[in-house]
């Protein structure tokens, strides 16, 4: 990819030259998010997957939905007075897949081409740019959190019912497509 990259760069140069190269260099550029995103799917998503779980497992503990984290694993806490195990409410996993890196990906695009076609200057680019880093863990967080109260107060058949629409999932784990 990034030798296409550079033989598109290449002939944009001997066709048009550095004149052409100056007034093409933000399309040429903006070509880098049409390179699959694997390599850094395998290296941000696990973090993206931790770090998520973790927050969401605080956030909804301190709501009240009492939860139990096992890695990047959901659980809702067992509650003896009405003799529910751990997970009988509902058990989330936030899978590979669901780490955000999807979100982060395409909200990167959308702001770099933002940024490009309404801001003037480079800092607020940039700073557009960057901003879509947290805004993508902050909606993928709202994602889980809305998911787990919804298993929470329907039953894990809704978390289920809603995963068959959205994605496949293993029988009574709701995965985070």
């Known amino acids: 990819f ?3 990259q550079l033989m598109v760069a290449a002939l944009i140069l001997l066709l048009g030259g550095p004149a052409w190269m100056r007034a093409l260099m933000m399309p040429w550029l ?4 049409a390179w699959p995103m694997l390599p850094l799917e395998s290296i941000v998503a696990s973090p993206l997957r931790s770090f998520t779980a973790k927050l969401a497992g605080f956030v909804l503990n301190h709501i009240g939905v009492q939860v139990v984290r096992e890695g990047t694993a959901l659980y809702s ?4 007075a ?3 195990q751990i997970g009988d409410r509902f058990r989330l ?3 590979n897949p669901c780490s955000g890196i999807r979100s982060l990906s395409s909200l990167a695009m959308i702001s770099a081409l933002y940024g ?3 801001l003037k200057r480079p800092l607020p680019r940039l700073l557009l740019f960057l901003s879509s880093v947290p805004l993508a863990v902050a909606g993928n967080l709202v994602r889980l959190i809305l998911l787990a109260l919804g298993c929470a107060w329907f039953g894990q058949d809704f978390g289920d019912l809603l995963q068959r629409h959205v994605g496949g999932v293993a029988e009574g784990t709701v995965h985070l497509d």
């Open 2 to 4: 990034a030798s296409f």
């Open 30 to 33: 903006f070509l880098i998010f």
């Open 77 to 80: 806490a067992p509650d003896l």
């Open 82 to 84: 009405q003799q529910l």
């Open 93 to 95: 996993d936030v899978a």
């Open 116 to 118: 490009v076609l309404a």
